[in-house]
Structures are given as structure tokens and as C-alpha cells.
């Protein structure tokens, strides 16, 4: 799911990385091939979603999937994938509704 030309990263307005990478990975443990799938496209539409507008650009980042993916409510999935990039230091400034980055970080660090 990268949009820019995988022979290297894109670059932005300031001459670095600007695009983010996806990966989705779901094992055997998961489930059949039926739930496997579902799984990943879960997490396809949380990457879609999500992921493109909370993630730092510049970084490559690995979706696994869980059993516990199948069933889990959306708005649980996203705090997950909202908490995980806090955890990695890897969530962009906060997003305001309309899409608009915030002068502050979502997770205190300075800019």
C-alpha cells in the first residue's frame, strides 16, 4: 500500500522521506484463509484510515494481525493503532476534525 514508487522513498518539501510504508502480516494462528483474509482487510481499511493520517511520514510500518482482530470493535482497533504509535514516539502532531495539524505533539515531544 505505498503510494510512491517502491525504488525509493518519495521526497518531501523538505528533501526527506515522505510517505509512509504498510505492511500486514496474518498468521496461520489467526484463523482459516477466510478469517486471515478478513483479518488483513481490517487492518487495510485501519491503515487506510488511520494510519496515513495519525503516522509519522518517512517511517515503514508492520500491521500484525490477531485472532482477537476478527472481532474487536473499530473505535478499539483505532485506540490501539493510536496507542501503539504513541508507544513508538511515532504519532504526528495531533490532527484537529478538519485535518489540520496542531502546532503541539500529540505525545509531548518537541517538533
Request: aromatic residues 2%; without cysteine.
Given at each position: 500500500m505505498r503510494d510512491a514508487p517502491t525504488d525509493g522513498p518519495a521526497d518531501g518539501p523538505?528533501?526527506?522521506?515522505?510517505?509512509?510504508g504498510?505492511?500486514?502480516t496474518a498468521s496461520k494462528k489467526v484463523g482459516n484463509a477466510v478469517e486471515r483474509?478478513?483479518?488483513?482487510r481490517r487492518l487495510r481499511a485501519l491503515a487506510a484510515g488511520d494510519l496515513k493520517r495519525?503516522?509519522?511520514p518517512g517511517t515503514?510500518?508492520?500491521?500484525?494481525?490477531?485472532?482477537a482482530t476478527l472481532t474487536r470493535p473499530w473505535p478499539d482497533l483505532q485506540r490501539?493503532?493510536?496507542?501503539?504509535?504513541?508507544r513508538l514516539k511515532k504519532l504526528r502532531r495531533r490532527v484537529s476534525e478538519s485535518g489540520a495539524e496542531s502546532g503541539?505533539?500529540?505525545?509531548?515531544?518537541?517538533?
Open positions: 523538505t528533501g526527506g522521506p515522505a510517505d509512509i504498510i505492511g500486514l483474509n478478513r483479518a488483513r495519525l503516522a509519522k515503514d510500518y508492520v500491521l500484525i494481525a490477531r485472532r490501539d493503532l493510536r496507542d501503539a504509535l504513541r503541539a505533539e500529540a505525545d509531548g515531544e518537541a517538533a
